[in-house]
């Protein structure tokens, strides 16, 4: 007698956790289904395809945080030449790319960078990027009709 009423009273629970487990599944499609859309800014789209192209054509030479190889690739970090002051010679050299003496942040490089062949869309990407990272800091956005204007 004792254990058949156990048994019912086990069965009870066990009917208890498959209407729970019925409710939960019954739940989830509306926890799946709503899912959050960061609002993200122009400039912030900008930034995350520029990040890629940065992994894709400059990380060799200007390094993961843009810290440049002292004395041959000089750095983007807290560079002066991403300010507003040179913004279209920055352009310039990301568009055309750039050989000769340059002074970075007080430093004379004169190296080669070549021309890295990106459209207008990916030097603006791209740029926008460099500009506000690593201590830099240009809200102002690159555009593309921006980077077609500038000339060598
Ligand atoms: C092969 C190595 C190399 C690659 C790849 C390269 N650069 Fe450069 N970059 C240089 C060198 C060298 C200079 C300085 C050239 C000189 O001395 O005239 C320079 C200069 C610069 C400058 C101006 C100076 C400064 O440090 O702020 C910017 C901005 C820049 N590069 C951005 C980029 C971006 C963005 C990319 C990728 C799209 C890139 N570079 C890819 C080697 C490279």
């Keep these: 007698m004792l254990s058949s009423k156990l048994y019912t009273h086990g069965n009870g629970l066990f009917i208890a956790f498959f ?4 409710l939960h599944a019954n739940k989830s499609p509306t926890i799946t289904t709503a899912h959050y859309t960061p609002i993200q800014s122009e400039l912030e789209k900008s930034m995350a395809r520029g990040a890629e192209i940065y992994t894709d054509y400059c990380i060799q030479c200007h390094l993961g945080k843009g810290e440049g190889v002292a004395g041959t690739y ?6 002066n030449w991403l300010t507003p002051e040179k913004r279209d010679q920055a352009i310039a050299v990301v568009k055309y790319g750039q050989q000769g003496e340059i002074m970075v942040n007080g ?3 004169n ?5 890295l062949g990106l459209y207008d ?5 791209v740029m926008n990027y460099i500009m506000n990272n690593w201590g830099n800091t240009q ?3 690159v555009t593309e ?3 077609k204007a500038v000339k060598k």
Aim: cysteine-free.
């Design 19 to 22: 209407f729970m487990l019925a």
């Design 74 to 79: 000089p750095p983007l970090a807290s560079s």
């Design 107 to 109: 430093v004379t490089y």
């Design 111 to 115: 190296g080669i960078m070549s021309n």
């Design 121 to 125: 869309d990916e030097v603006a990407d």
């Design 139 to 141: 809200k102002q956005m």
């Design 145 to 147: 009709a921006e980077v």
